[in-house]
């Protein structure tokens, strides 16, 4: 062989390794594309719910790395990221998604997916985001995800996982370990802190979780987040907080914790380093003890402090003034003593206060009304003495007060009701308070709930009292209080509850309590007398008592009493003069019949006697379900009993869009529809919900559709404002948006001319029977619509037999006692 020919074959046989190795690592390539290619194929065919078309894009014609929600790597096109979050989707996750292993990041956060996670995601050891938050997985967690060590993130809350935490092998890199809101059990394992030594967030609140917490948390330096609350672990907190001086949630309300030795409290010792900390709830547990010297050295960051529902006895102490960010201060159903420190009114911030069940004794320091934010104090069931300070009434915000059962006297002050026009409720109940109910008591026109019964007040019932027309339950037994059952009263149309026994109460039983909607009626042992009403609450002898009054008489049968003498020496003869006037008269009435008569014929018939109703635009169960997307669960408003309220998008022609609301009724809500078609119908007032059209037909599937479609209100319910203890912790804590007080104001106007309205305006007068905040939404401008009137009753049907379930006031709140889960109610419904 020649030179050249050795020449040759060296350059081709170099040509040929180059070119098998080309071959090579092209197919490699290929074969590595097309297996993603493939697995995001298997992932799309179990995939049975795209309402949004986000899938629409992966077929043939594009380049698989084009897809939707897709990423790949720049150079070998291999797929990193699959980001499909809040798309609808519906389905279950095929097992070859494992076979993606370049996959970095898997968020599908906020959709539907149902059916197991595959343990083929532990394949995955390139994996660092793992977020399935929001879907309806179950079954338990795999094993393998234990393998997957370059895993920063994993958020699996807000589904149906069950079964217990697998074994956490070496995932050192880990932040964030939210498994909030599942029905897992089991306990956390005792080497957690120790296996995850970056874990920034443990979220695991709403479980079934049991066990000891493990003290290998406080090995976990760089702790920001611990939410444990509503399990069941148990034992003493014996984590130590020193070290972890990143603390800024320390949430273990609704557990078994304490019972651990001397003072159950003493971890707080360890929390005075975390100078972050900013929420501190350990309510619903069993500590006791009293608090700590050294809770004064805690960060003064903290907005909320809860340690409600234990056993923890000992005085508040006064350094409790040091904490100027706090916004929310629970000590309630303790066995605290000693005096409300007057330092409480150094929390500027504070809009919350729950002393109650306690034994605090002193006055109510007069220096509360500093404090302008609040809108709740509980501090009923104490031993506090004193007067009421009128300083309250410099608490603008302030909906609720709750001082019953103390040992206050004095009289109320009429400075009282400066408080925030928009209150709900405000009980002075078994007090020793004295003199009469001040006039200004008519200022409070949103009240919901007046309680002032088993003190010591007399004078009369203030005719003023008539201007809280939402007032829905009435207590005023067991005082001194005399005169007539005013009739101005007859406007408390919406009232349910009204209890005036053991008064000193005289005179007649009015006619208009026979047309109140009343369910339960005590009228005992008063001073009355007269005729006994037969209609209304008066028809059913269980919903009411007139026992112990002497001069009473008629009345249904079963009472028993005698029959009124129609000759009686009640009934008074006419006079001449009398005889005369009424004679005289009689031209007067008749003409004036004749005129209503024929006003009547002229005016349009009531609406409840005509049938007809035509709405004003026809939707059909088709329309509203593209403006819906398929009624897909991200466009939620909200869930309540009667049914589920989604937000739709309609088009129509010059590209406009409008915004709806459509409440879906469930099968068995049938008569709320009727109810609240009925009610609506009619009703034009800018402050009540519009009913844009009604629609009632089949769906796709042949099953009964009822809806009604609303404008959408931009602003949600006045409760999701509110709200502030939240329960479902899988997000940050949610701190409150607050209402200014000029909204404030304005909302309460609205509210109560949207009452005015219904009780007082409209041809057939209605009364609500289901105001609450939740009820009541706030449009872009903030102006207040009242809405939900699926409860609602119309005063002529009084008597009938329709039962109307109402929650009363116990559904309006948004403080929940700890160990109670808050159901929210929701708005539209
Ligand atoms: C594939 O998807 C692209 C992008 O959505 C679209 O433009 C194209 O028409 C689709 N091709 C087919 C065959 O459906
Ligand atoms: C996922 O995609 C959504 C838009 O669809 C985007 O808002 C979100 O930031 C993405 N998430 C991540 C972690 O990239
Ligand atoms: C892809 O995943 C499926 C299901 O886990 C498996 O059966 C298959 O063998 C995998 N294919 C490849 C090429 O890895
Ligand atoms: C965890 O990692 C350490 C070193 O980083 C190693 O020694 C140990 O064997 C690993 N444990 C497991 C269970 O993989
Ligand atoms: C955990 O912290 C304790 C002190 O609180 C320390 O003694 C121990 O060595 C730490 N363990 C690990 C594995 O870091
Ligand atoms: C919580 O755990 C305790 C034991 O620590 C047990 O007695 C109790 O029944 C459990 N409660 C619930 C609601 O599971
Ligand atoms: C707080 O931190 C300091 C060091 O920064 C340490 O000396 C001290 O022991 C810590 N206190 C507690 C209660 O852990
Ligand atoms: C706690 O604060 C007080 C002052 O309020 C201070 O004298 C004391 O040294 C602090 N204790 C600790 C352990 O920081
Ligand atoms: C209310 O605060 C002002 C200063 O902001 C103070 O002068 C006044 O004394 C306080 N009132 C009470 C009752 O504490
Ligand atoms: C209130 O109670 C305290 C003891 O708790 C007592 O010293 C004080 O005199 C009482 N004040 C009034 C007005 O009854
Ligand atoms: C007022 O408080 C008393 C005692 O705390 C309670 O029994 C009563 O039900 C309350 N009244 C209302 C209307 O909630
Ligand atoms: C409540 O006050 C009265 C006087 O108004 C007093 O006789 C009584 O002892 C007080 N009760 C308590 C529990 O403080």
């Known amino acids: 062989m020649s030179g050249v020919d050795k020449y040759r074959t060296y350059v081709l046989s ?81 097992p070859y998604i494992g076979n993606m292993s370049f996959l970095s990041e898997i968020i599908l956060y906020n959709n539907n997916l149902q059916g197991t996670i595959p343990q083929e995601v532990g394949r995955l050891f390139r994996l660092k985001v793992l977020s399935l938050g929001r879907n309806a997985l179950e079954g338990s967690i795999p094993d393998t995800l234990g393998l997957l060590d370059r895993l920063v993130s994993l958020e699996l809350f807000s589904n149906k996982l069950s079964g217990m935490i697998p074994p956490i092998f ?14 897992l059990q089991g306990s956390i394992p005792s080497d957690f802190g120790f296996a995850l030594p970056n874990l920034q967030k443990i979220q695991l609140s709403n479980n079934k979780f049991t ?40 949430v273990l309300e609704s557990n078994n914790l304490g019972l651990g030795g001397q003072s159950d409290l003493s971890f707080l010792n360890s929390l005075i380093n975390c100078s972050s900390l900013k929420i501190l709830k350990l309510g ?10 050294s809770v004064a050295n805690l960060s003064n960051e903290l907005t909320m402090i809860s340690l409600a529902d234990n056993r923890i006895s000992g005085s508040i102490p006064l350094e409790i003034g040091k904490f100027i960010n706090l916004i929310f201060l629970s000590l309630e159903g303790n066995r605290f003593t000693g005096i409300i420190p007057p330092e409480i009114a150094k929390l500027r911030k504070l809009q919350r206060v729950l002393l109650s069940n306690n034994r605090l004794s002193g006055n109510i320091p007069a220096s509360i009304g500093n404090l302008s934010m609040l809108d709740e104090v509980h501090l009923e069931n104490n031993e506090l003495n004193g007067t009421i300070p009128p300083s309250f009434g410099h608490c603008p915000m302030l909906v609720l007060l709750e001082l019953s059962q103390n040992n206050l006297s004095g009289s109320i002050p009429s400075k009282l009701f400066d408080i925030s026009p928009f209150s709900l409720k405000l009980n002075l109940s078994q007090n020793h308070l004295v003199g009469s109910l001040p006039a200004g008591v008519g200022a409070l026109k949103t009240l919901v709930e007046l309680d002032i019964s088993e003190n010591q007040l007399s004078g009369l019932i203030p005719t003023q009292l008539a201007d809280c027309i939402a007032l829905n339950s009435l207590n005023m037994q067991g005082n001194f209080i005399q005169g007539n059952i005013s009739q101005s009263m007859k406007k408390l149309r919406g009232l349910q509850y009204l209890d005036l026994s053991r008064n000193k109460l005289s005179g007649k039983i009015p006619d208009f309590l026979e047309t ?101 635009i026809k939707l059909s169960y088709k329309l509203l379900h593209e403006a819906t997307e398929e009624f897909s669960p991200n466009n939620l408003v909200s869930e309540g009993n009667s049914g589920l309220v989604y937000k739709g998008k309609i088009s129509s022609p010059p590209d406009n869009e409008t915004f709806i609301a459509v409440k879906v009724f469930k099968p068995q809500a049938s008569n709320q529809f009727i109810t609240e078609c009925e009610a609506l119908r009619n009703i034009r007032h800018r402050n009540i919900i519009k009913i844009k059209s009604t629609c009632t037909g089949f769906t796709d599937i042949n099953k009964k559709f009822t809806a009604i479609v609303y404008d959408f209100m931009e602003h949600k319910s006045l409760d999701r404002w509110k709200h502030l203890t939240s329960t479902s912790s899988h997000n940050e804590h949610c701190m409150p948006q607050i209402l200014n007080l000029g909204t404030r104001i304005n909302i309460a106007i609205d509210v109560a001319n949207a009452l005015d309205y219904i009780h007082n305006q409209v041809d057939n007068p209605l009364i609500h029977c289901n105001l609450k905040l939740s009820n009541i939404l706030l449009d872009t401008d903030m102006s207040a619509h009242v809405s939900n009137f699926g409860m609602a009753k119309f005063l002529t049907d009084l008597g009938s037999t329709s039962q109307s379930n109402f929650d009363g006031f116990a559904g309006t709140l948004e403080y929940a006692p700890p160990g109670k889960k808050l159901n929210r109610s929701a708005s539209y419904i």
Not at 211 to 227: E, F, M
Not at 284 to 293: E, Q, Y
Not at 563 to 575: E, I
């Open 14 to 94: 170099l040509f040929l390794v180059c070119l098998a190795l080309i071959i090579w690592t092209c197919n490699a390539r290929l074969s590595g594309n097309e297996r993603d290619r493939q697995a995001l194929l298997a992932f799309r065919a179990k995939i049975t719910h795209d309402p949004q078309g986000a899938l629409g894009s992966w077929n043939s014609s594009l380049f698989f790395c084009n897809w939707e929600g897709i990423l790949c790597s720049k150079v070998k096109q291999r797929v990193t990221s699959i980001n499909l979050s809040s798309k609808g989707l519906g389905g279950s996750m095929s």
């Open 170 to 183: 070496n995932l050192s890199l880990l932040n964030v370990f939210n498994l909030a809101n599942n029905l």
């Open 211 to 250: 066990g000891n917490i493990p003290i290998s948390l406080s090995n976990a330096s760089r702790l920001q987040v611990i939410d444990l609350q509503f399990n069941n672990f148990s034992g003493p907190v014996s984590i130590d907080f020193g070290r972890l001086l990143h603390l800024q949630n320390l």
């Open 284 to 293: 619903g547990n069993n500590f006791r003890g009293s608090l700590p010297h």
């Open 516 to 616: 109140l909607s009343l369910k339960y009626l005590n009228l005992s042992r008063n001073n009355l007398e007269g005729e006994v009403l037969k209609k209304g609450v008066f028809a059913n002898a269980s919903a009411f008592s007139i026992v112990g009054n002497k001069g009473l008489c008629g009345g249904i049968p079963e009472l028993q009493l005698p029959r009124c003498s129609s000759h009686g020496s009640h009934k008074h003869k006419m006079s001449w003069v009398q005889v005369l006037i009424v004679i005289s008269s009689i031209p007067v009435l008749a003409i004036g019949y004749y005129i209503w008569l024929r006003r009547r014929k002229e005016k349009p018939p009531s609406f409840l006697g005509s049938k007809t109703y035509t709405s004003p």
